[in-house]
């Protein structure tokens, strides 16, 4: 995962915590709807000025949307969830990893890529 990736996935995470839509999110930011969903699925990378709107926006710190932080991780029962599949990820091999990875996919109705 690339650094876009990684920040869009931040981001959506965070604005699902505080039970923001895209639609909402954006006019906070004042940008398009299209332009948070290309954020999120990492297309395209927000200049400074935007992920200081977008982190004000969800009551965060900038650096929390880079996964840096006390508030790295979404608050609630969303966050709780993460941090246990993340731990539960950590402790894996390559090789589960893989397996978890494509098991997922399935689960989510995506095609794995070859590998």
Do not use: C, W, Y
Not at 37 to 66: H, N, W, Y
Not at 73 to 90: D, N, Q, W
């Amino acid at each position: 995962m690339d650094l876009k990736q990684a920040f869009g996935t931040n981001v959506r995470h965070h604005r699902r915590a505080a039970g923001m839509t895209q639609e909402s999110l954006a006019e906070s930011v004042d940008v398009s709807v299209e332009t948070i969903g290309k954020i999120e699925r990492g297309v395209a990378a927000p200049s400074f000025d935007t992920v200081e709107k977008i982190a004000l926006a969800l009551g965060l710190p900038p650096l929390a949307l880079f996964g840096v932080g006390d508030d790295a991780t979404p608050k609630g029962e969303r966050g709780k969830l993460l941090m246990h599949i993340h731990a539960v990820l950590a402790d894996m091999n390559a090789d589960q990893l893989a397996r978890t990875a494509s098991m997922l996919d399935a689960f989510m109705g995506r095609l794995t890529p070859p590998g």
